[in-house]
Nanobody, 120 residues
Framework: QVQLVESGGGLVQPGGSLRLSCAIS????????MAWYRQAPGKKRELVAH???????IYADSVKGRFTISRDNAKNAMYLQMNSLKPEDTAVYYC??????????????WGQGTQVTVSS
């Protein structure tokens, strides 16, 4: 059974940092590209960053230079280090396993999401 479980969300002040984690069932991890999406209230779900099976990270322009996506194949885990957080980063963040290369990503399996709130 495919399972992705996010953790690490919470409330942080503007300019602060958070690290999200995603624990993944092994059968879907090593050969898959992985991604983080987010959805703010009243907005469409958007791709924040994805990382290929070859460990190449790709970022949305809105988070480039502030967020870092990484994966640890030995631990079946993926991470999103978020620095210099802004109020507009407030959203539910979702882990995803799918298909992707350096210029595309197709989502397949979703986690349940973790809330990130950036507010003073």
């Amino acid at each position: 059974q495919v399972q992705l479980v996010e953790s690490g969300g919470g409330l942080v002040q503007p300019g602060g940092s958070l690290r999200l984690s995603c624990a993944i069932s092994g059968s879907i991890f090593r050969g898959n590209a992985m991604a983080w999406y987010r959805q703010a209230p009243g907005k469409k779900r958007e791709l924040v960053a994805h990382i290929t099976s070859g460990n190449v990270p790709i970022y949305a322009d809105s988070v480039k230079g502030r967020f870092t996506i990484s994966r640890d194949n030995a631990k079946n885990a993926m991470y999103l280090q978020m620095n210099s957080l802004k109020p507009e980063d407030t959203a539910v963040y979702y882990c995803n396993a799918g298909d992707g290369g350096s210029d595309y990503y197709s989502p397949v399996h979703w986690g349940q999401g973790t809330q990130v709130t950036v507010s003073s």
